[in-house]
């Protein structure tokens, strides 16, 4: 585990509104602690693709953004350094949720993956994607909600 204190769920949504793509999205941390985090994205028009689904850069981001708040909460502020995710089916829904889990946090790589869940209306989950990423502890404070 790193030597880097890890984050709690109050300092992530401080990160989280620190971080202008998140606010432009929508991104809202739900829950966080213990190497895991959850946040949620509602359904927008204007994040689609071309046949009218949730556009990859969204799932990828979502799936990004999770595994490393999970990461973040036993490392501190991490970057990604590797990242790889799979759709399993057309991303659709009235609000998007993304899990993320650290696999293993060490000194020098830490390991997280995620899975992106479309919910209806009725809020029942559909897995849509995955995605897996190896991180890098940054030591790094945690910036401010204006982004200092």
């Keep these: 585990m790193?030597?880097?204190q890890g984050f709690d769920p109050q300092t992530l949504g401080t990160v989280n509104a620190s971080a202008a793509?998140?606010?432009l999205a929508g991104f809202e941390v739900v829950a966080a602690g213990n190497g895991e985090a959850t946040i949620?994205?509602?359904w927008r028009d204007d994040f689609t693709q071309y046949s009218g689904h949730l556009h990859a850069g969204l799932i990828a981001a979502l799936l990004d953004t999770a595994s490393g708040f999970a990461a973040a909460t036993l490392a501190g502020s991490v970057t990604a350094s590797r990242f790889s995710m799979n759709c399993?089916?057309?991303a659709t829904g009235h609000h998007f949720v993304a899990k993320g889990k650290t696999l293993r946090a060490g000194r020098r790589q830490v390991f997280a993956r995620a899975e992106l869940y479309a919910a209806d209306e009725?809020?029942?989950l559909s897995l849509v994607a995955t995605g897996e990423v190896v991180l890098v502890p940054?030591?790094?404070p945690p910036r401010k909600a204006d982004g200092s």
């Design 2 to 4: 790193s030597e880097t």
């Design 21 to 23: 793509f998140n606010r």
């Design 40 to 42: 949620q994205m509602a």
């Design 88 to 90: 399993l089916k057309p």
């Design 122 to 124: 009725r809020g029942e």
């Design 138 to 140: 940054t030591g790094e």
